[in-house]
């Protein structure tokens, strides 16, 4: 039975910075290098969107509101991956889940075709 441990999120001021983990159980590490992962995030009021992906081959791409400020990595031995998020908004306040997007081309990525889903993690940013 797959599961993704999703620890964390925090509180931070304006320009601060957190990062994220999540840990893919339920795979062994010869399964889970050949994944598409990613973050999405949810924000009050708002749809889930996505916010950065890193593929198998190690591809990564980045939504335009974070291009720049976050970078997404994985640990292919500890079937972790990683969200970094430097100078953070307000706007960036959300619910922020891992996922695993199977062995589908991530470029193909989109909410409704994930296989697993973190339970989420709450990040606030304050002004």
């Known amino acids: 039975q797959v599961q993704l441990e999703e620890p964390g999120g925090g509180s931070v001021q304006a320009g601060g910075s957190l990062k994220l983990s999540c840990t893919a159980l339920?795979?062994?590490?010869?399964?889970?290098?050949?994944?598409?992962v990613a973050w999405f995030r949810e924000a009050p009021g708002k749809e889930r969107e996505w916010v950065a992906y890193i593929s198998s081959d190690w591809s990564i791409d980045y939504a335009d509101s974070v291009l720049g400020r976050f970078d997404i990595s994985r640990d292919n031995y500890k079937n972790t991956m990683y969200l970094r998020m430097n100078h953070l908004k307000p706007d960036d306040t959300a619910m922020y889940y891992c996922s695993v997007y199977g062995d589908k081309s991530c470029g193909d990525l989109r909410a409704d075709g994930v296989d697993h889903w973190g339970k989420g993690a709450l990040v606030t940013v304050a002004s």
């Open positions: 339920g795979y062994t590490v010869y399964t889970y290098r050949e994944l598409c």
